[in-house]
């Protein structure tokens, strides 16, 4: 079989690497990829939000399935143009991918399906939304309703944080269209963990648990990113909880979205907190999510394909779905400066020296200039190890990352510190 995977980061290459273990598959396309890719598929430089010229790739090269992997041509509905060109595709339609897209739309969905949520109201005036802040208090959690690169998210310590958040999205643009309209939410403690699933509309098979690291700096300090490690399982959800997600939460929502006439097929994520009241949903994302693919994937035993050829035909109860025990880590490499401001186009060495039999390196923002592998991006690597435990997972993780080396490479030294 012929596969295109769609986007250029850290999930694809994970994705296609797991992908590549699969019983049929002969060629994998991935559009546009980056540097690493590039050694597991060939890579073709169609943007992963041009529609059209997907569609025209994917019928022009006899492609026998297609991946959809990011959110936005998930949401710009991908899948429904592949699907209507006669190309089988993994991932939810442009109307169930709303879960992600709009995250009034997801809070609305779990009012009205009684899922555990923090509580929260809709603004697009500053002034009202300001208020109520004054009301609630703080810490408070200001959230763009649209997608921003997993960084629309703006936990405020002070009011004037809140207040200055407030005023950067439905005044100053920050995230352009996708922050006209907001949540202000309540903030919830506890400890924060991931969890995918596989759905095909009705069925939903959870995958092993994750935690990730968003914020920029050790200690969970400084701005939120795309996210900067990952370990594969969480002590933290237990059996008892994964039950009780998997009946309060997972099973409902997908059973409110085909209700509501968007049955969701693909990867559902919920971005869960922990607390002592139990787990809450902080968000929904209509994908497999950067970085926990890198640290979860790796520990499928199962035909990762035949998984979403059955996702896709509705026949996800049929399928045998095992994991390998022991733990997973990655450590993500980015440009300094990242998430704000960096450069780019810098060498890249020691990645040969960073792979073993149980570690690896995924590329997220990486090209190539003849036999140089140069930096292309604010993530640039995900240092990726397996092991007995957790605990000896991040340990080879590390030990890897410091046989890398470009200019103002900057990484967390704290991803799984906080395991006993």
């Not at 250029?8 to 060629?27: F, M, N, P, Y």
């Not at 209700?259 to 809450?280: Q, R």
């Amino acid at each position: 079989m012929k596969i295109l995977v769609v986007g250029s980061g850290g999930r694809e290459h994970a994705i296609i690497k797991k992908l590549r273990e699969s019983e049929g598959v002969t060629d994998i396309i991935c559009a546009p990829g980056n540097g690493g890719i590039a050694d597991l598929a060939e890579c073709v430089s169609v943007s992963a939000t041009d529609i059209d010229g997907m569609v025209k790739l994917a019928k022009e090269r006899n492609v026998d399935f297609a991946v959809v992997a990011p959110d936005d041509p998930l949401a710009m509905g991908m899948v429904d143009r592949l699907e209507e060109a006669g190309i089988p595709a993994f991932g939810p339609d442009a109307k169930a991918a709303q879960i992600e897209a709009s995250k009034v739309f997801a809070k609305e969905l779990m009012q009205r399906a009684n899922i555990r949520t923090a509580a929260a109201e809709v603004f697009t005036d500053p002034d009202k939304a300001k208020a109520y802040i004054k009301k609630t208090g703080v810490p408070t959690v200001i959230k763009a309703d649209g997608l921003a690169k997993g960084k629309g998210v703006i936990i405020a310590q002070t009011e004037k944080e809140a207040e200055d958040a407030v005023d950067d999205m439905l005044c100053g643009g920050m995230f352009g269209n996708a922050g006209s309209r907001i949540i202000v939410e309540e903030f919830l403690e506890g400890t924060e963990a991931s969890i995918m699933c596989f759905c095909d509309g009705k069925t939903v098979v959870p995958m092993i648990s994750s935690q990730d690291h968003k914020r920029q700096y050790d200690g969970d300090l400084g701005k939120n990113t795309g996210g900067m490690g990952a370990f594969a399982p969480t002590p933290a959800y237990t059996e008892e909880i994964a039950r009780d997600v998997e009946e309060n939460i997972l099973q409902p929502t997908v059973k409110a979205m085909r209700d509501m006439g968007c049955p969701f097929k693909g990867v559902l994520y919920a971005g869960l907190m922990l607390t002592k009241k139990g787990a809450y949903v902080l968000e929904y994302n209509a994908r497999f999510g950067d970085p926990e693919t890198q640290v979860v994937l790796p520990m499928l035993r199962s035909d990762l394909l035949k998984i979403m050829q059955a996702c896709r035909e509705g026949t996800l109860s049929e399928c045998d779905i095992a994991w390998e025990k022991g733990g997973c880590c990655v450590v993500v490499m980015t440009s300094g400066g990242y998430p704000d401001k960096y450069e780019n186009g810098f060498e890249i060495k020691g990645l040969a020296d960073a792979e073993s039999e149980k570690t690896w390196v995924i590329h997220a923002g990486t090209k190539r200039d003849g036999e140089k592998m140069l930096t292309s991006g604010g993530r640039v690597l995900g240092v990726c190890a397996k092991g007995d435990t957790v605990l000896t997972a991040v340990k080879s993780a590390y030990e890897a990352v410091e046989k890398i080396s470009f200019h103002n490479a900057f990484y967390r030294r704290d991803i799984g510190g906080k395991i006993h």
